[in-house]
């Protein structure tokens, strides 16, 4: 069995048995069951997996947990809920900003970090803060507006 | 004994009232659709749809999409049909059972049904006192009925919920991170399960040191069976390391591919192959006009769906009983493929779609729902939660098929198309699990082939003209030509395993087409809109080529200043469904880019705009990826894609504007909006770029490379 590992996620204490290489991803979805952020490829080149590590943007397939203990995490999930959305997510539902929505929360989390160091980006910054993550529909256009929306919000 | 009448859609192979509604005690309504939601916004238009019949709020309606168990069985959500298929028998499912509502009201308030007026579900007369609503009437009893179609939908004039941009059902708990997903899903004592794919298509399994894995922490089963090998874990990155020892405790024996990347359309076209004559039309008086003839080959290569999530699946197998979770696009016909495979009636498998990530066709979503029920199997009674990794869904999807298109044509000396002709190769565009009728024990799932005792694959299949068609889809131009003809060559041998890819054969089809077309102009010495215009006699196509040009602001002779350029591009998709029209703008620097996608898009009656809107957008960009970027890179030996580094598609920092306007024509039928953008998006863009640099690329994608050495 291996040692305790402490984690600060959305600003609890939990306390997981788990390998210090466990990617933190699946710490949070199977042992927290926090299912906000997804596994897309586990190699750091997608984003679907995307979290807040100390206010950054890190992907957590590739993050061991050994490396997130001790750190604030943030996920999706602290940001608002299905009955008391946040603001970020309620841009992205007053823009219709999904197909499938499997990138959604990974876009959701860039866009978060983007805004507390940028509270008004232009276009080519979100562009650019998005790099990292891809969406595979083609949503695109509607997940720059939401979060354009979403900072008019936070700035108003 | 007449045959029963046909009735609409899918309502003629589910016939009863009761398959499709349902009044439940707290004053909603479940409404069973066997489309399912695949990020297209199907679900929600199905509701729109019922809610409108039933003039209910959309808040009553509760929707039930692709169960075995539940829901009408509506064969695969594809082909763009859900909204033709699917829709048209929920119309006519609700206003049938509308009509026998108000009927038995009309008897119990005894007020014609003809001066009764249903609002949100309570029938009244004029008066507004006397009044029942669906939930007090025997509802259950008098939807226990055969449908018979007789009674009329309501006009698109009185549509007040039909026609509107309803929000998505789906989007809220997709921007909040609530589980939503099959990836989602969670069964208590739920285990982890990973496969162990061969190296290649054809490689068999020479040794493997099983014990060697099953020693590892956390590993509950490790399955060998024949060239299938899998692994089960109590935690998930149990499984995944299990999964990594397992590739190395295996030995393979590979056999090599017949072509590689580079030589796959030489390949295609020097096969034996399957030809159907597509269209066939002649006026020798007019072809004698000709003065030039023109000829042109264009290919595409293989492309990946790429599902952003690989693709997942949860069983449960528990005495002879299977119970699964699928993203598949047809539950049903998983099901009959499974019990297939397993030889089990289909009664005891239950098959529940849950949502994964889009899929845009056929990708790993039934192949990996097989491969959790063998690794649930091996830990009876226990749930199995399977996800691929990225390099299985990479290596093992079912690509779109690559094609070759060769177009000849004819101009009069006034420069007017007098001649023209098409002939394409390629596999097969549907290898989906199907419920069609065989000799013998077929599969369409991969595991199935890889067993000790290998079920056969099922013939690899493709949609004829009649069904929207596959490799032949779009082939036909629409433009009127006098002198036309047509060949699709089949080619049987498949290098790479394909299927269905948004669009199928339209994309290549319509690159070749609208290409050449443009080509054509060039010789004539017309304007690329004009020229379109003159061989266009339908006028709904006409008015998105219009709109889209005047949208754009497309002016005929405009010249490129060398580093930027625009072309436009059109079709209707399967000749015979939505209308796209769509101008491109590029630049060159660093490398060719889109900065701007203008598109026209008639579907006839618009069921829900943004979601049109939202697909069409979705269509373009994914198109541009596919043009600028895509293609599956395989050598003689095997499939080297395995990653998003082997495979890149468009960025954010890569995305254009897109502009989308749609004609809404709500006296016309309703069409599917998901598939149409590919073909016009790829021609529109090669088409650009003849336009600022006057070299002509008729191979996709449309790399650096190619475009250095044309301008060499």
Redesign the interface.
């Known amino acids: 069995m291996p040692d305790p590992v402490t984690l600060n996620v959305n600003g609890a204490q939990h306390t997981v048995r ?2 210090p290489d ?2 933190l991803l ?1 710490v949070l ?2 042992d927290l ?11 750091g ?2 984003g ?1 997996c995307m979290v807040l590590i100390d206010g950054h943007n890190v992907m957590s397939c590739d993050t061991p947990l050994w490396a997130a203990a001790g750190k604030a995490i943030t ?3 602290a ?4 009955d008391a ?1 946040g603001v970020l ?1 309620r841009a ?2 007053a823009e ?10 990974g876009v ?1 989390m860039t866009a978060a970090a983007l805004l507390a160091r940028n509270p008004d980006p232009s276009e ?1 910054e ?3 803060a ?2 990292r ?10 997940l ?1 507006r939401a979060i354009q929306r979403a900072a008019r919000e936070l700035r108003a | 004994m007449s045959a029963p009448a046909r009735l609409p859609g899918s309502l003629n192979a589910n016939r009863r009232l009761a398959q499709w509604l349902r009044f439940n005690p707290d004053q909603t309504i479940t409404v069973y659709t066997g489309k399912v939601e ?4 199907v679900v929600t238009a199905m509701a729109q749809i019922a809610a409108e019949e039933l003039d209910v709020s959309l808040a009553r309606v509760r929707m039930v999409s692709g169960d075995t168990a539940l829901t009408p069985d509506e064969g695969h959500t594809s082909g763009s049909r859900s909204i033709d298929e699917g829709g048209s028998a929920m119309r006519y499912a609700c206003a049938e059972a509308r009509h026998l509502l108000l009927q038995e009201a009309s008897s119990r308030l005894d007020i014609p049904a003809d001066k009764l007026t249903v609002e949100d579900g309570v029938i009244s007369g004029f008066d507004r006192i006397r009044k029942l609503s669906y939930w007090e009437l025997p509802h259950a009893g008098l939807l226990d009925r055969e449908a018979t179609a007789a009674i009329k939908p309501k006009p698109s004039a009185r549509h007040t919920i039909v026609g509107t ?1 309803a ?2 059902l ?12 099959v ?2 899903l ?1 069964l208590p004592g739920m285990l982890f399960g990973r496969v162990v794919r061969p190296p290649s298509y054809a490689a068999r399994l020479t040794a493997f040191d099983a014990d060697a894995v099953r020693k590892l ?1 956390g590993v509950v089963a490790v399955v060998r069976d024949g060239n299938f090998i899998g692994v089960v874990a109590t ?3 149990q499984a ?1 390391k299990a999964r990594q020892a397992a590739a190395s405790a295996a030995h393979w024996e590979e056999t090599p591919l017949p072509a590689d990347d580079a030589g796959i359309h030489d390949y295609l076209q020097s096969r034996q192959t399957r030809d159907q004559l597509i269209v066939e039309r002649t006026d020798p008086a007019v072809s004698a006009r000709a003065t030039r003839s023109f000829e042109a080959r264009y290919t595409k290569p293989y492309i990946a769906h ?5 693709s997942c699946a949860l069983a449960r197998v528990d005495n002879g009983r299977v119970e699964v979770w699928t993203h598949s696009q047809g539950v049903f016909q998983l099901r009959h493929d499974m019990a297939a495979v397993l030889g089990l009636p289909p009664e005891k498998i239950l098959v529940h779609h849950a ?6 066709g056929h990708n790993g979503a039934d192949d990996v729902a097989l491969d959790a029920v063998l690794l649930a199997r091996a830990v009876a009674g226990r749930p199995v939660q399977v ?1 691929w ?2 390099d299985d869904e990479f290596a093992w999807e079912p690509y779109g098929p690559a094609m070759v298109v060769k177009t000849r044509a004819a101009l009069d000396p006034q420069g007017n198309i007098v001649d023209w002709a098409l002939e394409l190769w390629s596999n097969g565009h549907s290898g989906r699990p199907n419920s069609a009728p065989t000799t013998h024990r077929v599969s369409s799932l991969l595991a199935a082939w890889h067993l000790e005792d290998p079920v056969a694959k099922r013939p690899q299949a493709d949609p004829p003209m009649s069904g929207g068609g596959g490799m032949a889809r779009n082939s036909p131009a629409t433009y009127h030509f006098p002198n036309e003809r047509v060949v699709a060559h089949r080619v049987e041998e498949m290098p790479l395993r394909v299927s269905a890819l948004r669009g199928l054969g339209a994309t290549a089809n319509v690159f070749a087409i609208e290409s050449f077309i443009d080509e054509l102009a060039v010789a004539a010495g017309a304007d690329p809109v004009e020229f379109r215009l003159r061989h266009m006699q339908d006028a709904r196509a006409r008015a998105v080529i219009e709109l889209a040009a005047q949208q754009a602001g497309w002016r005929a002779g405009a010249a490129s200043d060398g580093t930027s350029g625009r072309g436009i591009a059109f079709a209707q998709y399967k000749n015979g469904y939505g209308y796209l029209a769509v101008v491109i703008e590029i630049g060159l620097e660093p490398d060719l880019h889109v900065t701007r996608a203008v598109a026209a898009v008639d579907v006839g009656q618009a069921i829900n705009p ?1 979601g049109i809107i ?2 069409t ?6 198109a541009i ?1 596919w043009t600028l970027k895509e293609q599956v890179r395989f050598d003689r030996a095997r499939v080297v894609t395995r ?3 082997d495979y890149p ?5 890569e ?1 254009p ?2 502009e989308v306007h749609l004609i809404n024509r709500p006296d016309e039928a309703p069409l599917g909006a998901g598939e149409m953008a590919g073909g016009p998006v790829t021609a529109a863009i090669a088409n650009a770029l003849h336009h600022a640099l006057g070299v002509r690329i008729r191979d996709l994608p449309l790399t650096r490379e190619r475009i250095t050495a044309a301008l060499a």
């Open positions: 788990a390998e466990t990617p699946y979805r199977n069951k926090l299912k906000g952020a997804k596994f897309g490829c586990g190699l080149q997608c679907a996920t999706i999930e940001l608002g809920s299905l959305p997510q992205f539902i219709q900003a999904a197909q499938c929505g499997y990138c959604v929360s959701v080519t979100i562009k650019e998005l790099a993550n891809l969406c595979r529909c083609g949503t695109h256009v509607r720059i | 695949i990020g297209q916004g941009s929000a998505r789906d989007i809220p708990a997709k921007a909040t991170g609530t589980p939503r997903f990836h989602d969670e922490p935690r998930e990155e995944v790429a599902s952003l999530g690989p949502e994964g990530a889009g899929c845009y996800q990794m990225r943004d939202n697909q957008e979705g269509g373009i960009i994914q990826s990653t998003w580094e598609i468009l960025t954010f920092p995305v504007r897109v």
